[in-house]
């Protein structure tokens, strides 16, 4: 058994994250300890944020994304923002930046609590999203679920945020759709060959949407912020809002908007809340938990203090 290491219940517009504390140490959170936190109702997750010490000078962490399947994911805007609340409080900065698999994440906590990050930039080209065939213009391609005379989901924005992502266009609520009958086929559909994140997107108005997404990895989520991300940059990208929007996640919970600019330096910055719930301590290779004495007195560090 390893030794143990102390963890975070936090959530991201719903979106379940675990931020565990792998600073000091040269191991890392295992698939199967992944799948056995996943199987437990008290440690559910979308996400698994595993902060480790810094590998690249000038950034305070790498942060290493496991998804509940205990696949790897390359990006997480709302378990970034997770992350950033936890070592927030357990430093008292409010700047950070972070490194992952799918590049350098700038953040910063705001007065009101909220917390922006920069997503990056979003790539659009065919084979760096990727996809299977070739596309000249990927804010539409030709993918469809459906009868071929009426499909129920047809032509998606697709484009890359650091992970796959394909937003289909709704014209009512997304909740009104069998995303969780849909949304497996499509993830693996074989236009994907590394999968894909799955968004329904309703444009609500000229600076707003309403999304959900079937995550890659993770299945139904409550939120998932790069998609949000996806979502706002193919609208602009399409002509269907301008360049900043507020994304309402239908299955959140919570019900607070996210905002997502995309500004003119093609970076794409997101803002939204973070929400503590628990500490405790945890095996990385096995997954075996506790609840900690501190998450009951309230601690909201990611180590107990």
């Known amino acids: 058994m390893a030794e143990q290491v102390e963890f975070a219940k936090m959530n991201g517009l719903g979106n379940k994250i675990l931020v565990v504390d792998m600073r000091g140490r040269k191991d890392r959170v295992t698939p199967e300890a992944a799948i056995a936190l996943n199987a437990d109702p ?31 994911a390359q990006a997480c805007g709302n378990g970034t923002r997770c992350v950033v ?22 953040a910063q906590e705001h007065e009101d609590g ?16 990727p996809l299977a065939e070739e596309f000249y213009d990927t ?37 009104e759709f ?7 086929l499509l993830e693996n559909h074989p236009m994907f060959p590394e999968k894909a994140n799955i968004t ?10 309403r999304t959900r997404t079937w995550e890659r990895g993770a299945g139904l989520t409550l939120a998932c912020g790069s998609a949000a991300c996806a979502a706002a940059v193919s609208a602009a ?27 003119e330096n093609d970076h794409v910055v ?20 506790a609840r900690s004495d501190e998450a009951a007195e309230g601690d909201q560090g990611v180590r107990a203090g």
């Open 200 to 209: 329904l997107a309703q444009v609500t108005s000229d600076a707003s949407l």
């Open 270 to 289: 997101m803002t939204g809340p973070a929400e503590w719930e628990w500490s405790g301590m945890l095996d990385p290779v096995t997954g075996a938990f």
């Open 178 to 184: 069998d995303l969780d009958r849909f949304g497996p």
């Open 114 to 129: 909220t917390i922006s990050v920069d997503m990056g930039k979003p790539v659009f080209a065919w084979d760096r999203i």
């Open 237 to 263: 990208r399409t002509g269907r809002t301008g360049r900043t929007v507020t994304i309402d996640v239908a299955s959140s919970p919570s019900r607070q908007p996210l905002t997502i600019d995309w500004r």
């Open 85 to 106: 609340q936890a070592l927030a409080a357990e430093t008292g900065r409010k700047s950070f930046t972070f490194q992952t698999v799918a590049g350098i994440l700038n």
């Open 139 to 175: 804010s539409r391609i030709e993918l469809q679920i459906g009868p071929i005379d009426a499909p129920v989901l047809h032509s998606p924005s697709v484009m890359s945020m650091g992970n796959p992502h394909a937003i289909f266009w709704v014209d009512r609520d997304p909740m």
């Open 42 to 72: 008290a440690t559910q997750f979308d996400q698994i944020m595993a902060v480790h010490d810094p590998k690249l000078q000038g950034t305070d962490a790498f942060i290493d994304i496991l998804n509940c399947d205990g696949s790897k």
